[in-house]
């Protein structure tokens, strides 16, 4: 006698029956269950076989093609637990972010083309200078992190000191660079606000003394601080600061003295800020 629940139906499929109809691969279905993106209607529990319903196909068909998108599972994930109503919206949006990405891959794939091709012409469209900067007593906020989460870090960290700092605030917030940020390297990230008098701080808040120094410096717009465009302000200083003298202890840094105006309300043209990179002058 054939075992029915082992056999297909109009209203189940076994895995390899739903993946030839799906146009998905096997190990993607096994995947798409692991995460719980489509798990199977039922899973006999005999045998371990897995069957679907013929009404999962098109959220399969959809998740193959949100895949094709080089969206992440995560945000699949998220697009099909949303209501349905909501989820072109929330699609539009997720498609804008890879936008924004593709446009930095694009931008960082010509900037290191135009290194490797040896051009140094990009670091004379920048009006570099140098100057002194007197030791300052500053609270800073340090962390290790990855590039995906800087920018968040560096709002919050500012926002918490210099809401800490109150009036005794004395100066423009940087954010230096222990080590790179990137995919791979973590940093560290130090935010930084001067201060004028004592103050009682947080555990997790640092005061010390950021030593006098001299600096290259180039102040850059809005747009100017878009990465990888920034890359090439870092360029340009360093080029500068080794034509002068040498690398000291200090690491290269971003000021910030339009804080604490809001960042979104500056317009493309607005000078935003300065990125420096410290050095021991010759001689």
């Excluded at 146009?23 to 798409?32: F, G, N, P, V, W």
């Excluded at 919206?89 to 040896?118: F, N, S």
């Excluded at 995919?183 to 935010?191: F, N």
């Amino acid at each position: 006698m054939t075992d029915k629940s082992t056999v297909d139906t109009p209203t189940s499929l076994t895995s390899g029956a739903f993946a030839r109809a799906s146009r998905l691969s096997l190990k993607a279905l096994r995947l798409y269950d692991n995460l719980g993106l489509l798990p199977p209607a039922r899973v006999d529990p005999s045998t371990g076989y897995r069957y679907y319903d013929p009404g999962q196909l098109a959220a399969a068909q959809l998740i193959g093609l949100l895949r094709q998108l080089d969206l992440p599972l995560s945000e699949i994930r998220a697009l099909l637990d949303a209501p349905a109503p909501e989820r072109a919206a929330r699609l539009t949006q997720c498609w804008g972010q890879l936008e924004r990405a593709h446009g930095q891959r694009r931008g960082l794939a010509q900037y290191l083309i135009e290194k490797l091709q040896g051009e140094t012409e990009m670091t004379m469209t920048y009006d570099v200078q140098d100057r002194f900067v007197p030791a300052q007593r500053v609270a800073t906020l340090s962390r290790r992190l990855y590039v995906a989460d800087l920018e968040g870090f560096i709002k919050g960290a500012f926002d918490r000191l210099y809401t800490l700092a109150g009036v005794q605030a004395a100066g423009a917030g940087l954010v230096i660079f222990h080590g790179q940020v990137n995919a791979d390297s973590d940093g560290p990230v130090e935010v930084c606000v001067p201060l004028s008098g004592t103050l009682t701080v947080p555990e997790d808040v640092t005061v010390r003394e950021e030593p006098a120094h001299q600096e290259a410096y180039v102040t850059l717009t809005k747009a100017q601080f878009v990465f990888p465009d920034i890359l090439r302000a870092y360029d340009a200083v360093f080029e500068y600061a080794r034509n002068r003298g040498s690398s000291g202890e200090l690491h290269p840094r971003e000021v910030y003295p339009m804080y604490p105006v809001p960042w979104d309300s500056l317009e493309d043209h607005d000078l935003a800020g300065d990125v420096a990179y410290p050095f021991v002058p010759r001689g």
